[in-house]
């Protein structure tokens, strides 16, 4: 794979990328109330005692959500640590009605790790993990109602995150967002964060850093709040060649947070270091340290589903795929239900072609996606089976395979309708071989004397004359037999 | 004085189930005494005689019914620390003037279930942060007690100086408090009463507003120790609300004091005996001593290096915690708010805290916010819990040769309002004996011993093991035996 180099005045340069992403655990109530974590709840609808930050009242960990980052420390085959520590981070804001987010800082619940991205050639890259922890999430300001006061909503004051950190191992904006891609399908697959990016769900911050290729690590820039694959890959790109233009017009670049602005697709400064918040980070003496056994990490570990990277290996190996059509199935939840719910009926490979090439082409060109295929599984499974039945060819399937995708009407409907059913009679086939012999004795004297390329000639009659509904197969071996 | 209020609780109790009087007429007689009372000691902030009533008529209701509660019909001040239902809960601090909580604190509410019924909220120093009970917005509470040789108001000791007076004064049977480095030791020593302080994670801590998370923990004060046992057995137990209540079953504690303690080794910290102790505080110790000698049990000497950092490690870790548990106080959601001209946010935060917190709350906010701030962390926060775990070795070395500790409580008897109030580390310098067990987590009770020269009350203090209370209630009931404390504060005609 070629390297990604941004070209400048001076020559080359690389651009040096770590994630920090936010996951929203999928859990019915928050990380250390009771309260209900529901989407789309009228404001402050979801708010106990304990969000609202009330005198005397305490946080208590939710259980489940401990499970479910152990679980999605174990799918990014990272080091589970049997004690970590909750602490208090320390600032003042309306929506943080405690004056304190709890979070995990110098111990938390997922140490190092490591995850592999596809790259489009079809080899592999490693991109190290550093940490996951635990964090709540802070409430919603809203200043957009009223000119004169700013509206607080706490029912994402509470909430269940995990923040994943990689390392700075990630070298491009395509890189980046397969990373982003791949943790998505990671945490989808192990059902712990239904990773939807529009929701909010999942959140990313991007450390954006360039270097002459070989040099040390340049400084970095932190963007925030980048709330999509493709707003990610602007963001970066833009904010590469800001500090690109800086350092060669002889300038320095500031460690500093800044704003994505998916509007003006540029980056802004947010808060500079010196105006950087002394967060005061202590162990939160409300919570006692957060302890388990090997044997409960072991226990989650025994339920884990097969993960893509096992997927991939498997489909390669047992179904006989190639590495480019296993990784493209395995790369989303949804894509490698679908395959496999298909593929259990079929032939795999049959399945995976008519997924991969067919299904997706037809779903890109109507930008869908493949929860909202209108070419269900089951109907998928009809066409195979009328391929796999001989009932029609490969290539009267892909009109019918248009035809459904239309109209939503399932293959056999289209075949009766249409009659596109395949000739697999063979005295019909053989009336019509020997018509066209009948018709044309001089091509048949031709092939006989050893012109074999003419054996195409009379299949395409054939099919020509079936209205391509005789049996390539059957054509095939009839003809030969005939012209022999 | 009403022959009613000078009943032990355990008397009341008893005489209630034998229907010698009804709660009513019990509930009644506390609730003159703190109406005539009160607007001198100033030892409630919030009176609720109405509900006081209305709760002894349901108790009437139950005993009759025989299906009275451990605490049926009694009488009690709760610390406004404790959150209430529906009852001003402030804090002492003006921030949380008026402020209502719509829930219960776990300890209360397990007061209420055994039938107890609220005379009022106690007066405390704001937020808890005090020894004198001088800096509550709701003013200082006075000390029953006066000294022989003047007329001066005394303080009752604090924090929690409202419940200790009260008790002491005979304006209700018992009283809860909570204790951070000796809120409960400290006032009942000066107020001549019985306080205990329970092992940390023995009550839960749900509902009570926090000063220092890690040393908060809920007591009792009452006028003997039977009394503070059974309110403290009332009071204790596991909450699934607070991850730091222990799971631990609780005993008995009435059932504890059995009178006998031959062959028990009471542990005397030769670190206890600093610097200008007073001759009265040293003789009082030695009269403890003997006292538990002639009971049977064997005094051993023994060595707490650390002590003498405990207060250092005390105004470093309770601060700091402090800082971060009053962040809450914030003017947005509840309580005072103070609203700038400018609209500005900061100056809102600014002019709210500002103006809701005293002098004292504000120290404490700036030191630990100073302790935990980037490059003095590792100085102050961090050093500080490593001395608090020496601290803590200390005790748990002592306790592989004794079963329980004995020192003075205070180093000195009341002292005069305004006494101590130029001098931030002087005031501190009270909780010298208190604060070691706090950072350890231990469980310890004062009890009346003796009158100073003065005629002012003198403790001792009791410092047990980790979760056994039951031997310090023990040794405090032989304890109590042989003082035979039968002094009364003045102040108030008791």
């Known amino acids: 794979m070629s390297e990604y180099r941004v070209k400048g005045k001076t020559g080359d340069w690389e651009v040096i990328l770590g994630l920090e992403v936010h996951a929203q655990i999928s859990s019915k109530s928050k990380l250390f109330s009771g309260a209900p974590n529901d989407f789309g709840s009228e404001p402050n609808e979801n708010v106990s005692l304990v969000d609202a930050g009330m005198p005397g009242m305490l946080p208590v960990i939710n259980e489940y959500c401990i499970e479910q980052a152990v679980r999605t420390g174990l799918g990014l085959k990272a080091h589970i640590n049997l004690r970590s520590v909750f602490d208090r981070k320390n600032y003042f804001y309306p929506d943080l009605p405690q004056g304190y987010q709890i979070s995990q800082f110098l111990d938390p619940i997922v ?60 070298r491009s904006p395509e890189e980046a967002g397969l990373y982003l891609k791949k943790l998505r399908s990671i945490v989808r697959y192990l059902g712990t964060c239904d990773g939807d990016m529009e929701k909010g769900s999942m959140r990313c911050d991007v450390n954006v850093s360039v270097r002459k290729p070989g040099d040390v690590l ?97 489909y390669i190996k047992d179904l006989g795929l190639s590495p480019y059509d296993a990784s493209v199935l395995v790369a989303d939840h949804a894509t490698t239900h679908f395959f496999e719910t298909v593929a259990a009926k079929h032939n795999p490979k049959l399945a995976s072609n008519w997924i991969t090439a067919e299904l997706f082409g037809r779903l890109n060109k109507a930008d869908l996606e493949i929860d909202a295929s209108p070419i269900s599984t089951d109907k998928m499974s009809g066409l195979l089976a009328l391929i796999e039945d001989n009932t029609i060819s490969g290539k009267i399937a892909k009109v019918v395979f248009d035809k459904m995708f239309e109209s939503g009407k399932t293959a056999a409907q289209i075949v009766d309708e249409e009659g596109l059913k395949q000739v697999t009679d063979t005295g019909a086939i053989e009336k019509i071989i020997d018509d066209i012999m009948a018709a044309n004795p001089d091509k048949v004297a031709e092939y006989r004397s050893g012109k074999d390329k003419l054996f195409a000639f009379f299949i395409g009659q054939v099919m020509k004359v079936s209205g391509g509904k005789a049996n390539p197969n059957l054509v095939n071996e009839l003809l030969k037999k005939k012209l022999a | 004085m009403s022959e009613l209020t000078n009943l032990s609780l355990a008397e009341a109790r008893d005489a209630l189930r034998a229907k010698k009087f009804s709660a009513k007429e019990l509930t009644q007689a506390y609730v003159t005494a703190v109406e005539q009372h009160n607007p001198k000691l100033n030892a409630f902030i919030t009176v609720t005689s109405e509900q006081a009533i209305k709760g002894a008529e349901a108790s009437d209701k139950k005993i009759a019914a025989g299906q009275a509660g451990a605490l049926e019909g009694i009488p009690l001040a709760i610390k406004d ?189 030769k670190e206890y005996r600093v610097d200008g102790m007073s001759s009265e505080i040293a003789d009082l110790w030695d009269k403890g001593i003997k006292w538990l000698k002639e009971a049977g049990a064997e005094i051993v000497d023994i060595s707490l290096p650390h002590t003498k950092y405990a207060l250092a490690t005390y105004y470093i870790i309770a601060p700091a915690e402090a800082s971060s548990n009053l962040a809450r106080y914030d003017g947005i959601r509840y309580g005072l708010r103070v609203t700038p001209e400018n609209g500005a946010l900061n100056e809102l935060y600014c002019k709210t805290r500002a103006a809701g917190f005293g002098k004292e709350v504000k120290r404490r906010i700036m030191i630990g916010t100073y302790v935990l701030s980037a490059g003095y962390y590792d100085a102050y926060y961090k050093k500080a819990q490593r001395v608090r775990y020496l601290i803590a070795q200390d005790f748990k070395d002592a306790y592989t040769k004794v079963d329980a500790i004995l020192t003075p409580t205070t180093p000195s008897a009341a002292f005069a309002i305004g006494e101590n109030s130029k001098d931030p580390i002087a005031m501190y310098l009270n909780d010298v004996f208190t604060v070691p067990t706090s950072l350890a987590g231990l469980p310890a009770i004062s009890l009346p011993a003796g009158l100073s020269a003065n005629g002012l009350p003198l403790g001792l203090q009791i410092i047990g093991k980790a979760f056994d209370e039951e031997t310090v209630f023990r040794i405090a009931g032989v304890m109590e035996e042989a003082a035979q404390f039968k002094a009364v504060p003045q102040g108030v005609g008791v």
């Not at chain 1, 592999?124 to 802070?138: N, P, V, Y």
């Not at chain 2, 829930?103 to 004198?132: H, Q």
């Not at chain 2, 007329?151 to 009283?175: E, M, W």
Request: with cysteine; net charge neutral.
């Open chain 1, 111 to 170: 140490g190092k790790g490591i995850m592999h991205i596809d790259m489009p050639d079809g080899t592999t890259r490693d991109i190290g993990i550093t940490r996951l922890h635990l964090e709540q999430d802070a409430g919603k300001s809203l200043h957009e109602n009223s000119n004169k006061y700013s509206y607080i909503d706490l029912n994402r004051a509470g909430i269940a995150l995990m923040e994943i950190v990689s390392e700075p191992d990630l």
């Open chain 1, 218 to 314: 340049g400084t970095r820039c932190e963007i925030k709040n980048v709330n999509s694959v493709r707003f990610m890959i602007k963001a970066i790109e833009f904010e590469a060649a800001r500090q690109i233009e800086i350092i060669e017009n002889g300038g320095k670049i500031d460690q500093e947070t800044r704003l994505f602005d998916s509007t003006t697709g540029e980056t802004r400064t947010m808060r500079s270091k010196e105006d950087a918040h002394d967060y005061r980070y202590f162990p939160d003496p409300d919570l006692l340290p957060l302890e388990f056994t090997q044997e409960y990490v072991d226990k989650i570990k025994a339920t884990l589903p097969e993960l893509p990277d096992d997927k991939k290996a498997r």
């Open chain 2, 81 to 269: 620390l404790f959150c209430t239902h529906n009852v001003q809960t402030t804090a002492g601090s003006k921030i949380l003037e008026g402020f209502k909580p719509q829930y219960e604190s776990s300890v209360t509410e397990k007061l209420w279930a055994a039938g107890a019924n609220m005379l009022g909220k106690t007066n405390l120093d704001e937020f808890a942060m005090g020894s004198s009970n001088t800096t509550s917005y709701f003013g200082n509470v006075i000390n029953p007690w006066r000294a022989k040789d003047g007329n001066k108001d005394l303080v009752p000791g604090g924090s929690s100086g409202g419940s200790a007076a009260a008790v002491a004064a005979r304006l209700c049977l018992a009283a809860t408090g909570t204790d951070t480095g000796g809120s409960i030791r400290q006032p009942a020593s000066f107020c001549g009463i019985v306080g205990i302080k329970p092992t940390y994670g023995r009550c839960s801590r749900y509902g009570t507003i926090a000063f220092a998370s890690s040393l908060d923990q809920a007591g009792m004060f009452a006028r003997n120790v039977r009394d503070a046992a059974i309110t403290q057995t009332v009071i204790s137990g596991h909450d699934p609300k607070d991850s730091t209540s222990s799971p631990k079953a609780t005993p008995d504690f009435e059932k504890a004091l059995t009178g006998n303690i031959k062959g028990l080794k009471i542990g005397v910290p």
